[in-house]
Structures are given as structure tokens and as C-alpha cells.
């Protein structure tokens, strides 16, 4: 089984360019996650899909960050315009479907795609 | 608000030795807390998930204990090999949420 696949690994752009990370999850998994770490930060929670409906966006830093997955397969987040601050590792998970209430819930994640803005 | 803590930042160990990972959680209403382990630029990797309703769980040479009247989590690595040697993390999940909380992070290495 494949697992969840993340391109690019990493990535160079100057402040105010724009850049698009995309994320392919395991084949039937309807749960799709972002999720991100900054240097000498945790890893913190961006948003969540289930199949191609934003369940969760709350950790959305700020309206610079676009993401979308049309026809709830792959994900792609968009940066624009890309700012300092925005440089980290940038993890995609996803899981199979569940509900909250029951069941457990293990995420498979990619290696991340390193964004680097200068 | 759910804050994680990993305590230490870094441990190293004689390659055979146990050893225990700690975290700590502030928030005891929790529906379950995962540990990952992460290699050197790769993604993280589940080792053990644990329910709010259970107390423990073993894989091979790890176990992890669960006590939420603590808020503490624990890893107990059995007769470390140098192949052990990555970063451990440990992530909370909220009732009625499918965000993870993460910690940190343990850096462990272990030396032949």
C-alpha cells in the first residue's frame, strides 16, 4: 500500500512569491489533514477534510493560506503571498473514515514538504 | 485550550538500556493520545495508540502507559538498540475534535 506522498520536498521562494504543496493520501481514505511545524515550535494543526468538505479550518493562520480538494482525492495548499514567518515543514496525514465518537483513529503521515521563504 | 509537554528535549542512553519517555497533558478530557516516532526527514510514524478508556498499550519492546487523572503519558522503551535512536513525539486528541495536540518532542539517540 502506498503511503501518503507529499511533493515537493522542499521548496525555496522569495518573500511575496507564491507556492503550492500538494498532498496525495492513501487511496480511500476519506480523512485528510494538514498539519504544520515551524522552527523550535510544535507541530499544529492546519485543517481537515473529509473527502472533499472543510471540516475544520480553525488553525488556518491567516487568509494568506488556501486550501482545497476537489473531488476528495488529493490536496494542494496554496501560500500567496508567502511571507517569513510561513517557513517550516508542512505534514500531511490521513486516516480511514471514522466517527469521533467511537473507533480509533490512526493518521498515516508523509515526510513533509520543507518550505523555506527568503 | 490543550498544551503538551515532552520532557526531556533530548536523552541519550548506552545502547540495552530501558528507558522512559515522559509527557504531559493539561487538559484530562481526552479521547486518546498517540505516540510517533520521526526519523531524520521522513514522516512521522504511529508506534502506539491509546484510548482514553485504556490505561496501556504494548508493541514488541515499547509500552505506553495512559493516566489521565495525571495528565501524564509515559514510553517505555525495552533494551534500546541504536535503531531506536530518532525523535519520539506524543499528541493528544480532544473529545469531539480530530486535531492532535503535539509535544515537542524527545531526541533520543542510543550508542553502541
Known amino acids: 500500500e502506498a503511503g501518503v506522498t507529499q511533493f515537493p520536498s522542499h521548496s525555496v521562494i522569495e518573500k511575496g512569491q507564491t507556492v503550492t504543496l500538494r498532498c496525495d493520501p492513501i487511496?480511500?481514505?476519506?480523512?485528510l489533514y494538514w498539519y504544520r511545524r515551524v522552527m523550535g515550535k510544535e507541530i499544529k494543526f492546519l485543517l481537515h477534510?473529509?473527502?472533499?468538505?472543510?471540516?475544520?479550518e480553525s488553525g488556518m493562520p491567516n487568509n494568506r493560506f488556501l486550501a482545497e480538494r476537489t473531488g476528495g482525492t488529493y490536496s494542494t495548499l496554496k501560500v500567496q503571498p508567502a511571507e517569513l514567518e510561513d517557513s517550516g515543514v508542512y505534514f500531511c496525514?490521513?486516516?480511514?473514515?471514522?466517527?469521533?465518537?467511537?473507533?480509533?483513529?490512526?493518521?498515516?503521515f508523509g515526510a513533509g514538504s520543507r518550505l523555506t521563504v527568503l | 485550550k490543550q498544551e503538551v509537554t515532552q520532557i526531556p528535549a533530548a536523552l541519550s542512553v548506552p545502547e540495552g538500556e530501558n528507558l522512559v519517555l515522559n509527557c504531559s497533558f493539561t487538559?484530562?478530557?481526552?479521547?486518546?493520545l498517540q505516540w510517533f516516532r520521526q526519523d531524520p526527514g521522513k514522516g512521522l510514524t504511529s508506534l502506539l495508540l491509546?484510548?482514553?478508556?485504556?490505561r496501556e498499550q504494548t508493541s514488541g519492546r515499547l509500552n505506553a502507559s495512559l493516566d489521565k487523572s495525571s495528565g501524564r503519558s509515559t514510553l517505555y522503551i525495552a533494551a534500546s538498540q541504536p535503531g531506536d535512536s530518532a525523535t519520539y513525539l506524543c499528541?493528544?486528541?480532544?473529545?469531539?475534535?480530530?486535531?492532535?495536540?503535539f509535544g515537542k518532542g524527545t531526541k533520543l539517540s542510543v550508542i553502541p
Open positions: 496525514a490521513s486516516s480511514l473514515r471514522d466517527r469521533v465518537t467511537s473507533g480509533a483513529n490512526v493518521l498515516t
Open positions: 487511496s480511500g481514505h476519506d480523512n
Open positions: 477534510f473529509v473527502k472533499e468538505s472543510k471540516q475544520d
Open positions: 487538559d484530562s478530557a481526552i479521547y486518546n
Open positions: 491509546i484510548q482514553s478508556s485504556q
Open positions: 499528541a493528544g486528541r480532544g473529545a469531539g475534535s480530530y486535531q492532535l495536540t
